[in-house]
């Protein structure tokens, strides 16, 4: 949607207010709150998009650099949105996630962190920045907690030109040691600072820890089931769980099978039909548990589950170091941690995570912070509350969606529209041309 933006909705206004310290100056924070409103309200929200459609702001430059050059620090706007979600994860059992998702990029080949990486959905190549996520899920509500960036190791490809490149005049002459010196003083850096996937989603354990978001328990992907992360968890005496890959290795009762082999001496009357409350909602599972032995992890508590009776579907393989949790706390965790894939489509669907073009390093971590903003700042908002002189409260359902919540703050952008074109109208100090002109300008061309 491309539309006219006179001003910003209170909504975005009032959910950004507790960040207004963390901004040095007026003219940021005003570009901060044009940004965010522009994430909720366009598709595709580059900063060119978002400088066309507010009417009367600022210029694509200005509003870069608030993004990209502005002394504001992400780390401090992340702790105070943290700060703010505090209380909607006090009561109830905490499940802390961590996942990996891309962002893709296709034509962004320039773009910080983007990489060229094999989507497993799409079945192609791509272009992308591989983010590893964490999420804390209670109820039905799931805040992201944090992100790290992953870069690519080129290791191997570094190692093999440094082979090949061996200085191998004798003697060499200074210059040659020198270049000779720094590529291998910048191999060594590289090395170092490279880090795996387990390696960032245990920083993301670490930092939640340390929190006052502590979860209860927490659940990984099938991806990031490693003995970095999984003794990372243990380090701190929480309960785990993690999905599995069918070709797992597991031993049960003297028997060795994968998970795929296992599961199909399984009758379908071993599969028991499993509900679980989370939130609001009833879901039912079909599951068959018992503890097995898998490598490097000893005595665990395996679970299959299907959505359908009768082995109907394809199913999910999951472990837990809980040996004494039943199949109904089994699966209550387990899908907290599928929580968190609606949350990547919120970000990528709704709030433009993938739409921008901003280049460097700043850039790119700046607009992640601020597209996390906005998700848990709709999440936050009261759909109860006016919209101008028109109440909403019988409008809204028991349980909104996460479209409903952009949808709000789309309609206060349209409410802000016609009372602005009503109060040129009526004072008569526009014409019909004028105010075309004020509100369509910067849009004749896109």
């Known amino acids: 949607m491309i539309v006219p933006i006179v001003k910003i909705p209170k909504a975005i206004a009032d959910g950004l207010s507790i960040y207004r310290n963390l901004f040095p100056r007026s003219e940021t924070y005003r570009h901060i709150e044009e940004y965010c409103t522009g994430l909720v309200v366009l598709d595709k929200p580059s900063v060119k998009r978002m400088s066309q459609c507010l009417v009367n702001g600022p ?119 020198g270049r000779r010196l720094a590529e291998l003083l910048c191999f060594e850096r590289n090395r170092r600072q490279a880090k795996t996937k387990s390696e960032l989603g245990a920083e993301l354990i670490d930092e939640m820890e340390q929190s006052p978001l502590a979860p209860n328990a927490y659940a990984v992907d099938s991806g990031l089931f490693t003995p970095t992360i999984i003794g990372c968890i243990e380090q701190c005496s929480k309960p785990w769980v993690a999905d599995s890959e069918k070709n797992r290795i597991l031993f049960y009762k003297g028997n060795r099978y994968n998970c795929q082999t296992f599961n199909a001496t399984l009758p379908t009357t071993a599969f028991l039909a499993t509900t679980v409350r989370i939130g609001q909602q009833e879901k039912t599972r079909w599951v068959f548990s018992c503890t097995v032995r898998i490598r490097r992890y000893g005595k665990v508590r395996m679970a299959i589950i299907y959505q359908h009776p009768d082995k109907d579907g394809t199913p999910i393989f999951v472990f837990t170091n809980m040996l004494v949790w039943n199949a109904t706390k089994f699966l209550s965790v387990r899908l907290h941690r599928w929580d968190i894939e609606p949350f990547h489509e919120q970000i990528k669907q709704f709030l433009g995570a993938e739409s921008s073009q901003l280049r460097t390093e700043n850039g790119v971590r700046k607009h992640l912070t601020l597209v996390f903003v906005v998700n848990s700042l709709l999440k936050s908002m009261d759909l109860s509350s006016p919209i101008g002189d028109l109440s909403m409260e019988r409008h809204i359902d028991e349980v909104p969606t996460f479209g409903q919540r952009c949808r709000r703050v789309i309609l206060e952008v349209f409410y802000d529209i016609i009372e602005q074109v009503h109060q040129w109208i009526t004072t008569q100090t526009h014409t019909v041309a004028e105010i075309f002109q004020t509100l369509f300008r910067r849009l004749l061309h896109i």
């Open 59 to 177: 210029c694509q430059s200005s509003l870069n650099k608030a993004i990209t050059s502005s002394p504001w620090s992400e780390k401090a706007v992340n702790h105070k949105r943290l700060e703010s979600i505090v209380p909607f994860h006090q009561n109830g059992f905490t499940v802390g996630i961590v996942d990996t998702t891309f962002s893709h990029h296709p034509r962004g080949q320039n773009i910080y962190g983007v990489y060229k990486y094999w989507d497993y959905v799409e079945n192609q190549y791509t272009y992308a920045i591989q983010l590893v996520t964490s999420a804390i899920s209670t109820g039905d509500r799931l805040d992201a907690f944090n992100y790290r960036i992953y870069h690519r190791s080129f290791e191997a490809q570094e190692k093999r030109y440094l082979q090949h490149a061996a200085i191998l005049d004798s003697p060499p002459d200074k210059t040659a040691l």
